[in-house]
């Protein structure tokens, strides 16, 4: 199983940027998909998920109304549209398929991509 994160990068504060994930190597028929995040000092944390269909996305309150998730239904592939960047919002963003819809736990990881957002 093969995850890749791409779309990281340095922004200023109110910026935007893109990320978009892509998994491969088997069948995820059924699998949720997700972004989280670990700050530096942090522990990883939710960001955002998607259904396998793409009908039902979970948020963090603190990227409510900022961040937006997208998956094309049935498809292995995510992204993740972020606006109104803040500073605390640095932090490598990792991708996740087939975690379980509620825990957040398990599934399968990719090695992350860094987002940097200066003040």
């Known amino acids: 199983v093969q995850v890749v994160e791409s779309g990281g990068g340095l922004v200023q504060s109110g910026g935007s940027l893109r990320l978009s994930c892509a998994a491969s190597g088997r069948s995820f028929t059924n699998s949720p998909m997700a972004w989280f995040r670990r700050a530096p000092g942090k522990e990883r944390e939710i960001v955002a998920a998607?259904?396998?269909?793409?009908?039902?996305?979970y948020y963090a309150d603190s990227v409510k109304g900022r961040f937006t998730i997208s998956r094309e239904s049935g498809k292995s592939t995510m992204a993740l549209q972020m606006n109104s960047l803040k500073p605390e919002d640095t932090a490598v963003y990792y991708c996740?398929?087939?975690?379980?819809?509620?825990?957040?736990?398990?599934?399968?990881w990719g090695q992350g991509t860094q987002v940097t957002v200066s003040s």
């Open positions: 998607v259904t396998w269909s793409g009908s039902r996305t």
């Open positions: 996740n398929i087939d975690l379980v819809w509620g825990s957040w736990s398990q599934g399968h």
